[in-house]
């Protein structure tokens, strides 16, 4: 099938990218199969060939088998794909091709983003995206998947089509407040702050250019607003909710690699860990999430280290998480197909969820290395790691993810949890 929508190049102006062959995405990343890749397998007659299914189930979705390393079980010991070895590039599954490319469609175009849990992309390196891109992927791929046909706009808000120009405006106001001279801080506590209002907005009588209007009237308040009185930390109930979202968005289906327990056993051990995440209690040390994640590091150390805005490292900090926040929103991944449906204004919410879980990770990942501060590789990990379910994880679309997301909208409570984790005391 040919190519249905033109592709939407990334705007992000400093954005690079090369393959550097470092194979991590084979090794650490969860392949998950649409039906015409399933198919496409079972043509392939893996099967029989490796003696068993390399396709398994998680959650309603099907993924690549992995090895009991967390590798892929297609990757052979030279590094190569063994199916684009045997069978070339195109009879691979459309993620593998794809990857670290995402494509977020929309009812007009495609928008082209980028994952970071590409370790190049997190560091920034290779060639500059400018487009070229676009033209190898249209090629690479040979034709549209039909996840990716054309889907409509999303909603502004719930129960509210978006008019031509609103999503737009959004974009252009949300990109240009992360891309302010603000402190990192600021920026960071000012999404809050914008998904927060937007949230409790009446917005049925404010569309088309009055929409455009409120939003500049709010980015123009913001600064002001933010310096209004103190914010109390966040309650436990709040923190709860944070280490929820941070679990949410770091599982993992790799319980099912080869050689792991059983489905009911890896169900059961899921939930008990996820119970162990929403107690948090300080002393507890902190349950793995899987191979390759941070281990020894208890829950109350996590609390008390620094966040990351104070560190050495936070000019490099800053770059990363401003570079990541504008290719979440210009590759499309924040509301739309890109985030399972959601509308703009929920979409944005979950969006400062993320960023909150970002500043966790990286804190976890400074105590588990001993580090008395969160440094540029934390933060590194933290955004790859959270960046890699986003768009991909159904249950980040699902009933528990809206009411987390709409529990800390309430009382402060987004600002609350990324205050905690970008603020300095
Ligand atoms: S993680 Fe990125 S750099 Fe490494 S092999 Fe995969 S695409 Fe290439």
Partial sequence: MPLQLPILPLATPNQRYSCHGCGSCCRDFSVQLRDADVRRIEQQRWQSELGFDPVVQFRGQRYLRQRADGACVFLQEDGKC????RDGFAEKPLACQMFPYTLSPDAHVSRLGVSFACGSVTANRGDPLRGQEVEALRIALRGIPESLAVTPNAPLAKGLRS????????????????????????????????????????????????????????LGALPDELAGPPLMPATSRQRAMLRGAVFARTEDPKPLAAGA??????????????MRWQRGRSTAVIPSIGLGWPTGARFGAVDSMPPAVGSEDSTLIDELVTR???????????????????????????????VATVGWVARWHAVASGRASVTLADMQAAVGRIDRTAGRAPWLGGAAERWRTAYLLRDHGMRRVLRDQWFSA
């Fill in 163 to 218: 008019q031509p120009g609103e999503l737009e405006a959004l974009e252009r106001r949300v990109v240009r407040w992360i891309d302010s001279a603000h402190p990192l801080s600021t920026r960071i506590d000012g999404l809050g702050w914008i998904a927060q209002t937007l949230s409790a907005a009446k917005l049925a009588s404010v569309r088309g250019d009055r929409w455009t209007e409120l939003l500049d009237i709010l």
């Fill in 261 to 274: 327990p059983s489905r009911a056993r890896a169900t059961v051990q899921q939930l008990l860990r996820s």
């Fill in 324 to 354: 990541w926040l504008r290719t979440r929103v210009e590759g499309g991944r924040v509301w739309g197909s890109g985030a399972y449906g959601w509308s703009a204004v929920d979409g944005t919410a979950a969006l400062a969820l993320s």
């Fill in 82 to 85: 063994r199916i684009h070895a």
